[in-house]
């Protein structure tokens, strides 16, 4: 059973740092292409960042770009997100998502397979 477990989330002031991590089991995450996406309250879904299987390339959205770094450990089969210099703005839910393949491009929700249940990050002060 395909299982994904999201944590590290939680209350943090603007400037600050936390790192997400994302525990997969019941699959061989090193397969796939991994991505993080969040929703804050009233919007839409949106793509945060992807990690590529082939490669280890990384691709993030320009909100985040210079502030957060995305990372696997394949042995522990597992991804992070490392997110610096927080803003009021990246205040949403976190999710992990599991792409249908090896290599993402873009953020197209309908790419990806299974999704975490998502953890709270809040950007207050």
Same mark, same amino acid.
């Given at each position: 059973?395909?299982?994904?477990?999201?944590?590290?989330?939680?209350?943090?002031? &603007?400037?600050?740092?936390?790192?997400?991590?994302?525990?997969?089991?019941?699959?061989?995450?090193?397969?796939?292409?991994?991505?993080?996406?969040?929703?804050? &309250?009233?919007?839409?879904?949106?793509?945060?960042?992807?990690?590529?299987?082939?490669?280890?390339?990384?691709?993030?959205?320009?909100?985040?770009?210079?502030?957060?770094?995305?990372?696997?450990?394949?042995?522990?089969?597992?991804?992070?997100?490392?997110?610096?210099?927080?803003? &009021?703005?990246?205040?949403?839910?976190?999710?992990?998502?599991?792409?249908?393949?090896?290599?993402?491009?873009?953020?197209? &929700?309908?790419?990806?397979?299974?999704?975490?249940?998502?953890?709270?990050?809040?950007?207050?002060?």
């Amino acid at each position: 059973q395909v299982q994904l477990v999201e944590f590290g989330g939680g209350l943090v002031q &603007p400037g600050g740092s936390l790192r997400l991590s994302c525990a997969a089991s019941g699959f061989t995450l090193g397969y796939y292409a991994m991505s993080w996406f969040r929703q804050a &309250p009233g919007k839409e879904r949106e793509g945060v960042s992807c990690i590529n299987t082939r490669d280890g390339s990384t691709d993030y959205a320009d909100s985040v770009k210079g502030r957060f770094t995305i990372s696997r450990d394949n042995a522990k089969n597992t991804v992070y997100l490392q997110m610096n210099s927080l803003k &009021p703005e990246d205040t949403a839910v976190y999710y992990c998502a599991v792409h249908r393949g090896s290599y993402c491009s873009g953020f197209d &929700p309908y790419e990806y397979h299974y999704w975490g249940q998502g953890t709270q990050v809040t950007v207050s002060s």
